[in-house]
């Protein structure tokens, strides 16, 4: 009967009129909506066991990596790995990507590169949400430039086309190292996600 009601509602009829042709109780009518929930919540709980890492407060420096090919082939795949290093960094500390990105920046880059400034992004996507042209990536990289110095480290993607996503640009990971530590000083706190885009950082501090 549940198996019959299902085809009929899939067919298009009418929930209650479903039921009523088949003439008998339906009751995974009645219980499918509580099912749901508690697969979302069951899910949630796995999920955050699986994902979820305790971090006792933000660095000052956060030096993250997609965790190599096939997820740094370029910066559109690698910006996972910036959204787990954004909720680990303080606001105002410096952002260090290690991602080869060998296929370059991908389509949004171009929708960095004509801007003005990361907010117009940020503008963008609340304007227009998704878009063939990758407007939701362009955003999440901007919402981390508006909040953190962002730099590539041991990338391919030229230095000038970096700078012009409003990017700091590093031929190594120690240059990226010495320039956070001249500008945050010798007692920044520097947190290294090797695979950040594996992870879910919580910070307890807060």
Known sequence: RNRRCGILIGQGMKPEDAVKEVGMVVEGMYTAEAAYELAHKVGVEICRSLWE???????????????????????????????????????????????????GAGKFGKLLQEANHPEELVEKYTREGFTAESTAKAYMYARALLKHRLGLACSKVPKDEAERMFMLSYASLEEGIQDALAHYGEDAMFLVIPYASDIIPVIHEE
């Not at 420096?61 to 740094?72: E, K, Q």
């Not at 795949?77 to 105002?92: N, T, W």
């Open 53 to 103: 890492v305790d971090l006792p407060s933000r660095a000052d420096v956060v030096i993250v990596s997609p965790g190599g090919y096939p997820r740094d082939f370029d910066l559109h795949q690698s910006q996972k790995a910036c959204s787990c290093a954004e909720l680990a960094c303080r606001p105002g500390g410096q952002i260090i990507l290690c991602a080869e990105a060998p296929d």
